[in-house]
């Protein structure tokens, strides 16, 4: 079969390195990158050469098992995953932390804890999801139905529960309350004990790229961006924007919801999975690589690994390349900042996915029509929380209906038990 992907992100590869060595993928990447929300900078600072992420950045042995599987199986080793000794500070608007959680490397980087409320807000918030994690209460639950009935002061609701929250789906402190609990917690509280967090030293975008190599018959087109999606005499007709016309027997659609329901509109008898489509809702952000540590705290030894920012309706955060990386260089959200970084590297803008009750049950939804007269759809918006292990469960889970002889599903598959997969929202 001719199989025709769109999107160049790790799912639409991952769907072709599966299918690669029996039929013959046809990838349409927009950008001229391939990568999807990957954006790795190569950049010399304090004379060594250093892969920073702009966008998609930590990944998880513990969360992520089907997506490390996957890296191993490219060829990346245990050397090239940098440890992050995670930890945490929130500040008010004035810069001082209010909060600095431990880590056992404190006293390699001078760092002082700030516990108190704050910290007992935190852990109280975890042991409740935890719970929830255990009994496997639906994911539909709006997060505020598990922060309200905690025994915390409003005050430590608002700035601390809820503000953290915002902070990692870029949304406002108030809009977080509807975002589904089980969704707000995954990657706090899934799996067992400490999963872990790593950064991948040649940069994410490096695992596209060996992706790309790796899979035989492979066509790959950046820069052509497909508009429009028909079926015509048996066939799928994919036409880009410069009107060029690609047929192919099967279509798997690696993008955002949005990107998704834009190609189907001429699609005929597509109504009903074009309505599921339009569920799924995306809030708009934008990054920024920077120098200076304006966004940090103001007493250095209350500077985390990310930090974060209450201020107004808004709670943004900025993250601490040097305890893996080296230099003292930051990313950080830059939406809502009250001013920009002084010295900046690179900025990008995203739309993220809104991991609300309606998101799930979008999700729910859309399997009804997976592989229906040969479409598909993978991604990371598609299932559990949005993150490169979803984008690789998304594309086993379109490779095994599509072509469950392809010789390379069952090296992944065996490894897509993890709760990135069996902890997901989508039954």
């Not at 479409?375 to 559990?384: E, I, P, S, V």
Request: some cysteine.
């Amino acid at each position: 079969m001719r199989v025709g992907i769109v999107g160049g992100g790790i799912a639409g590869l991952t769907v072709a390195w599966l299918l690669g060595e029996a039929h013959e993928p046809v990838v349409f990447e927009a950008r001229s990158r391939i990568g999807g929300n990957i954006r790795s900078i190569h950049v010399q600072l304090d004379g060594h050469e250093v892969s920073l992420e702009l966008g998609t950045q930590d990944i998880s042995p513990g969360l992520f098992p089907a997506h490390r599987r996957l890296l191993r199986e490219l060829g990346f080793t245990a050397r090239q995953f940098r440890p992050i000794p995670s930890s945490l500070s929130i500040s008010r608007a004035d810069r001082r932390a209010f909060l600095a959680t431990a880590h056992e490397t404190d006293g390699v980087w001078g760092r002082r804890p700030v516990l108190g409320p704050a910290a007992r807000a935190l852990d109280l918030f975890l042991e409740q999801a935890s719970k929830w994690e255990e009994e496997d209460v639906d994911w539909t639950v709006p997060l505020a139905e598990l922060v309200e009935p905690l025994p915390v002061p409003a005050r430590l609701k608002r700035n601390v529960l809820y503000a953290r929250t915002a902070a990692l789906f870029c949304c406002s402190i108030d809009q977080a309350r509807e975002l589904s609990a089980r969704g707000a917690a995954a990657f706090y509280v899934g799996g067992s004990g400490d999963p872990g967090w790593d950064q991948l030293a040649p940069g994410l975008e490096a695992a596209a790229w060996a992706l790309a190599a790796a899979t035989p018959r492979l066509t790959l087109r950046v820069g052509t961006e497909i508009r429009r999606v028909r079926r015509e005499h048996g066939l799928y007709e994919l036409t880009d924007s410069g009107g060029r016309t690609h047929l192919v027997d099967r279509v798997v659609l690696a993008v955002p919801a949005y990107a998704a329901l834009a190609m189907l509109e001429s699609l005929a008898g597509s109504g009903r999975v074009r309505d599921v489509l339009a569920a799924f809702p995306y809030v708009d952000t934008s990054y920024a690589l920077h120098l200076d540590p304006v966004y940090m705290p103001r007493d250095r030894r209350h500077w985390s690994t990310s930090n974060l920012i209450v201020d107004g309706e808004w709670c943004e955060s900025c993250e601490w390349y040097r305890p893996v990386h080296g230099p003292d260089v930051f990313k950080s959200l830059v939406a809502h900042r009250a001013e920009p970084p002084g010295v900046c590297l690179y900025r990008a803008g995203f739309r993220h996915l809104f991991l609300s009750p309606g998101a799930v049950r979008a999700q729910r939804r859309l399997t009804a029509f997976q592989g229906r007269g040969g479409l598909y759809f993978a991604g990371n918006h598609f299932d559990w929380v949005a993150s490169q292990e979803s984008a690789v469960t998304t594309a086993l889970g379109v490779v095994r209906d599509l072509a469950p002889e392809s010789p390379r599903l069952s090296l992944l598959a065996a490894a897509a038990g993890g709760p990135g997969s069996g902890g997901s929202p989508v039954p």
